[in-house]
C-alpha cells in the first residue's frame, strides 16, 4: 500500500453492521413501549377525573413521540437499504461516523445540526432537499 499514511476513513459499510442492530434494538424497544402505551390508552378511553385526564394526555404525548421516533428509525433502515445514509440531508457531506454511532437515525452533519432551531422542531435553514413529508422532529435529541 503506498497510501499508508493517508488518513484513513473507515468505510461506512464496515460499521453499519453494529449500527443496524442499535436501530433493530431501538425498533423493538419503541414497538414494545408503543404496545404499553396503547394498552394503557385503551384502558382510558373515559377518563373521568382530571387527575386521569391529564394522565391520558401526557401517555397520549408519548405515544406520539414514540411513533416519530418509530418512524425515524424505520425511515433509517430504509436509506441503509437502498444505499442512501450517512449523508447530511442539508448540505450532502458525509456525516462522521462518532456522531452516526451516538445517533444512528440522524440525518445532518454538526454543521447543520447547529442551525436547526434551539427548540428543538427540527429544520435546518436550508429546507429545500426535504424529499418526503415526514414533518416533525427528526430525532436529534439535544448533546449534553
Ligand atoms: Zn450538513
Redesign the pocket.
Given at each position: 500500500m503506498t497510501h499508508a499514511h493517508r488518513v484513513s476513513r473507515a468505510p461506512l459499510t464496515d460499521h453499519l453492521p453494529a449500527l443496524r442492530a442499535t436501530l433493530h434494538q431501538q425498533r423493538r424497544f419503541r414497538l414494545q413501549q408503543l404496545a404499553e402505551l396503547d394498552a394503557e390508552i385503551d384502558r382510558a378511553t373515559a377518563p373521568t377525573h382530571a387527575a386521569d385526564t391529564a394522565r391520558h394526555e401526557v401517555t397520549n404525548k408519548l405515544a406520539v413521540a414514540a411513533r416519530q421516533a418509530l418512524a425515524d428509525v424505520d425511515e433509517t433502515l430504509t436509506l441503509i437499504t437502498t444505499g442512501r445514509y450517512g449523508h447530511?440531508?442539508?448540505?450532502?457531506?458525509e456525516?462522521p461516523i462518532h456522531l452516526l454511532q451516538t445517533i444512528p437515525t440522524t440525518q445532518?452533519?454538526?454543521?447543520?445540526?447547529q442551525r436547526l432551531p434551539a427548540s428543538g422542531s427540527s429544520r435546518?435553514i436550508r429546507t429545500s432537499t426535504f424529499e418526503s413529508g415526514s414533518a416533525g422532529d427528526r430525532g436529534v435529541p439535544p448533546r449534553e
Open positions: 447530511c440531508r442539508g448540505c450532502h457531506t456525516i445532518w452533519c454538526l454543521n447543520c445540526q435546518p
